[in-house]
């Protein structure tokens, strides 16, 4: 039996690439829509085979408590409506698969998986890399010291965001601007990669002068992350770039290079070691996985888990230490100087 799923907006995430996910799924079934625009929800619904009496609007939600079709309820909305749609689906009796940036700040992260604990449903943020093949293997030659003693990532995410009106470009809805957005993959990357949390931070953000697009939020943002183990992460992002998504694994043996690294598909490869007889560079060599939709393998992991009432990957508590570091380069990025961060136990659900 597959488990249902309601889609709760159906912006350009949801249309594009969730909703065809689903036929790829082999444990999820999308069953409901939530939706502001009536006439939207209907056309999607006929194509996708969802029956009236599954339709919602941002009112209505709360009514799918009485909906046992819906088990899961996937928010894709603006990332300052996170945290609302997160507690009032928990509210609902519905495990919570909430896009990424979980919230706006680590007070509303903390409500979010507090809502969750006290209605005994599971949450889980859609960080769809940490499913993907390439990334999962990566994660394993780090673990197991493949690439010797990791020292180094080099990480940049970025893209062209153009449209002034956006609610990327307005801090109340995003939250900051490319940081949150897109700069959280290599921040995210290198928090799984090493398997440590950052204890200290130093963040740089730029806006052009004039710019109407960034009168609210940073344009470029470029960020460094120490770890305990003296891993360092050197970071980029940016919203006024042409389309950059690569990072550079690099440990005292061999590095990894991924390029693109963040992209929904067609991600690439790279191993370059140190050969055991000369000690010199060998040849690079490319690696390839097999690359079904990362939608379609973190939302049926998540129906696992609810089938087997098994923890996910990625919880609730990852999008909250996202969060802390975020806040914490922001605030370095304001004051103009690196910000320490208290030592955490690690995060080790899936690593
Ligand atoms: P979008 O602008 O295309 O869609 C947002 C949807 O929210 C729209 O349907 C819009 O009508 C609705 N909405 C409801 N209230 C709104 C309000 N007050 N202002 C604006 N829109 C409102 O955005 P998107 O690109 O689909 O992003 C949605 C979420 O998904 C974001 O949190 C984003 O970070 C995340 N996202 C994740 C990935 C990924 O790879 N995991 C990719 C893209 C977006």
Known sequence: QRVGWAIVGLGRLSLEELLPAFAESRHSRLVALVSGDRAKAQTVARQYGVPEKNLYDYKSYDALKDNPDVQVVYIVLPNSMHAEYTIRGAQAGKHVFCEKPMANTVAECQQMIDACKKAGRKLAVAYRLQYEPHHRALIAMARNK??????????????????????????????????????????????????????????????????????????????????????????????????????????????????????????????????????????????????????????????????????????????????????????????????????????????
């Not at 697009?213 to 770890?227: G, I, T």
């Not at 060998?282 to 087997?308: G, L, N, T, W």
């Open 146 to 351: 493949e690439l010797g003693t990791l020292k180094l990532l080099s990480a940049d995410n970025g893209q062209h965001q153009g449209d002034p009106n956006h609610w990327r470009l307005k801090r109340a809805l995003a939250g900051g601007g490319a940081l949150p957005d897109v700069g959280i993959y290599c921040l995210s990357a290198a928090r799984y990669l090493s398997g440590e949390e950052p204890v200290e931070v130093m963040g740089v953000s730029y806006s052009t002068p004039g710019d109407a697009r960034f009168k609210e939020v940073d344009e470029s943002f470029s960020f460094q992350l120490r770890f305990p183990s003296g891993f360092i992460a050197n970071c980029t992002t940016g919203y006024s770039v042409h389309e950059t998504r690569r990072m550079r694994l690099m440990g005292s043996d061999a590095y990894v290079e991924m390029d693109p690294a963040f992209a929904y598909q067609g991600l690439r490869m790279k191993i370059g070691r140190k050969s055991q007889a000369s000690g010199k560079a060998e040849d690079a060599i490319e690696r390839s996985y097999p690359q079904k939709s990362q939608f379609a393998r973190e939302m049926d992991h998540f129906s696992q888990c609810v089938k087997e009432d098994k923890a996910p990957h990625t919880p609730g508590e990852e999008g909250l230490a996202d969060m802390r570091v975020i806040e914490a380069l922001y605030r370095s990025a304001r004051e103009g100087k690196p910000v320490k961060l208290e030592a955490q136990k690690k995060l080790d659900a899936f690593r």
